[in-house]
Antibody, heavy 121, light 113 residues
Framework: EVQLVESGGGLVQPGGSLRLSCAAS????????MSWVRQAPGKGLEWVAN????????YYVDSARGRFTISRDNAKNSLYLQMNSLRAEDTAVFYC??????????????WGQGTLVIVSS | DIVMTQSPDSLAVSLGERATINCRSS????????????LAWYQQKSGQPPKLLIY???TRESGVPDRFSGSRSGTDFNLTISSLQAEDVAVYYC?????????FGQGTRLEIK
């Protein structure tokens, strides 16, 4: 069974940092593009970033570029999101998702259950 | 960035009736090299992560009931539920994955009338 389990969320002060992790299982992790998508409380979905299977390419939404860094460790079947200079508007549930087909970016499926990040003093 | 606009924002449909949600992209999401529209539809039930329903605008994901269908008309995309069931109450999102940043529509809340 394909499974994605996020961790690392929590309460952090404005300007602080947090590192999210996503543990993948049930598929060949090193073959897939992976994404982070977030959802502010009561709001819609916002794609944050994605990363190529070998980690050589990364892409970000403007609001995340320069503050967030997506990375992966294929030996550990894990995806990460390092978030720095956090702002109140970054408060959201962060989802990890597998993309498309092996080697190709695309739609998000499946999704993890999400981890909640709250940025507040 | 490609802006995805859904309509309506909310929709109430009687059980057994048809529900149609529209999604319009500000730019083409069609890729001529493979003749595909890079458009997906997701269903999100309360307290759950989104679930993929449709990709390539009209390809139903494995296990998704055939009452769900996707189509394109010009630059507009539609998600149609042919006969609404109680378990279809959810928020539905379209997403383009043609160009980063991938962008979602604002969501359409579907309820039972």
């Amino acid at each position: 069974e394909v499974q994605l389990v996020e961790s690392g969320g929590g309460l952090v002060q404005p300007g602080g940092s947090l590192r999210l992790s996503c543990a993948a299982s049930g598929f060949t992790f090193s073959s897939y593009w992976m994404s982070w998508v977030r959802q502010a409380p009561g709001k819609g979905l916002e794609w944050v970033a994605n990363i190529k299977p070998d980690g050589s390419e990364t892409y970000y939404v403007d609001s995340a570029r320069g503050r967030f860094t997506i990375s992966r460790d294929n030996a550990k079947n894990s995806l990460y999101l390092q978030m720095n200079s956090l702002r109140a508007e970054d408060t959201a549930v962060f989802y990890c998702a597998r993309e498309g087909r092996p080697g190709r970016p695309g739609w998000s499926d499946p999704w993890g259950q999400g981890t909640l990040v709250i940025v507040s003093s | 960035d490609i802006v995805m606009t859904q309509s309506p924002d909310s929709l109430a449909v009687s059980l057994g009736e048809r529900a149609t949600i529209n999604c319009r992209s500000s730019q083409s999401v069609f890729y001529s090299s493979n003749n595909k529209d890079y458009l997906a539809w997701y269903q999100q039930k309360s307290g759950q992560p989104p679930k993929l329903l449709i990709y390539w605008a009209s390809t139903r994901e494995s296990g998704v009931p055939d009452r769900f269908s996707g189509s394109r008309s010009g630059t507009d995309f539609n998600l149609t539920i042919s006969s609404l069931q109680a378990e279809d109450v959810a928020v539905y999102y379209c997403q383009q994955y043609n160009r980063t940043p991938y962008t979602f529509g604002q969501g359409t809340r579907l309820e039972i009338k």
